[in-house]
């Protein structure tokens, strides 16, 4: 007997290269727990990784990366659909459609345009500007239901919900589901190693402000020593790590790796001082994220096997993908 699904999920990471702890403590970490209860769809979306114009040859030895990372931290590939954006054209139409119900006083909102495009916001591409209606569009495309994300992508879910929405009332229509965003866990906003105030990123331009996932046992070491802290004691309660940014970060990094609470970080370690504690953060990060690393690499050196993947999600996304725009046609009447 086929199993009843509770919700569809779908979630996706740009191939950008540099995959790093947020993406994973963020995101995947958690899409492997849903894989277990849920239908989910993980995408690889290339085309949102163009928004700023980049080399198509990264691009491509990333999305490989990026299926190997999915797979290579628990993915699996039989129960679920793993695919590239770009192989299934009706997102690019659907993002054409839905840009018409959106007004660009929701997009003048975002935050993310806002921090990229700088000072510079007359030159920013278009690409850059509509981008959350294309990623409302990756989600609407196959009537997703929840959304597992980092905590940077909440307004981007928030206006995923009001196009959801806007397309309905139009329509007078429930087709589109409103998808709940699903923000979970201690490290939903990991930290730059350097500056507690800023968020862990690919485009950091210091490589120690982050972990990256293929980084070797001693990287990972190094980075961990030159981790920013203070002068001040172990922290003894969560209140004191209000105005400790780097110190929250450490501790949240540390209890979603070893799946404990804030709490019980600052049990086990507040008797002790921050050199002894970030052996211990070194220790248990190298053990996970090494064995992530490890397996990515055996994962990337069989390429007939991960583009295999890809293809077979690429039919199973496109099979839906047909099927609800020929709804989503149907119901608007016009083409
Ligand atoms: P992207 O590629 O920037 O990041 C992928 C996932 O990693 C999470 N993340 C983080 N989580 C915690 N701490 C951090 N420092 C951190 N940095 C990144 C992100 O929140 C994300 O979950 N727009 C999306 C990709 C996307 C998408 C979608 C996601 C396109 N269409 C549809 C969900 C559904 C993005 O740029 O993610």
Redesign the pocket.
């Known amino acids: 007997m086929e199993k009843t699904f509770n919700d569809l999920i ?5 191939p ?1 290269g540099n995959l ?4 994973y ?4 970490k958690n899409w492997v727990e849903l894989q277990n209860n849920n239908k989910c769809i993980f ?1 690889i ?1 290339d085309l ?1 990784a163009f928004t700023v114009p980049r080399n198509c040859i990264s691009i491509k030895n990333n999305i490989l990366e990026v299926a190997a990372a999915y797979i290579a931290a628990g993915i699996d590939p039989k129960r679920n659909i793993i695919f590239v ?1 770009s192989h299934v054209s009706y997102h690019s139409e659907l993002s054409w459609i839905l840009s018409c119900f959106t007004p660009i006083g929701w997009l003048n909102r975002m935050t993310q345009f806002k921090d990229k495009a700088g000072k510079n916001k007359e030159k920013a591409p278009l690409g850059l500007y509509s ?2 209606v ?2 409302a569009a ?2 609407l495309l196959y009537k ?1 239901t929840k ?7 909440k307004q ?2 928030e206006l ?1 919900r009001n196009i959801s929405q806007a397309f309905n009332r139009f329509y007078e229509t429930d087709f589109f589901p409103i998808p709940d965003p699903l923000i979970i866990g201690t ?5 730059s190693l350097r500056d507690g105030t800023k ?4 485009s950091d331009p210091s490589d120690f402000s982050r972990i990256n996932l293929k980084d070797s046992s001693d990287e990972i070491s190094k980075k961990i020593r030159k981790a920013k802290t203070d002068s001040l004691d172990f922290p003894k309660n969560e209140i004191e790590l209000e105005a400790r940014p780097e110190i929250q970060n450490l501790i949240k990094i540390f209890a979603s790796v070893s799946d404990t609470s804030i709490q019980q970080v600052i049990n086990e370690f507040h008797q002790r001082d921050f050199i002894f504690f970030k052996e211990s953060l070194k220790e248990i990060l190298n053990q996970k994220i090494n064995s992530i690393s490890v397996e990515m690499q055996k994962i990337l050196n069989d390429e007939t096997f991960l583009k295999k993947i890809l293809k077979d999600g690429a039919e199973k996304a496109n099979e839906i993908g047909a099927k609800n725009m020929k709804e989503i046609r149907d119901i608007m009447g016009c083409f």
């Open positions: 779908f979630s996706g990471v740009q950008t790093h702890l947020g993406n403590l963020g995101a995947i995408c979306v949102h954006q981008y959350p294309l990623m990756d989600i997703a959304v597992p994300v980092g905590d940077d992508q981007h879910l995923s490290a939903a906003r990991v930290m968020k862990m990123s690919k």
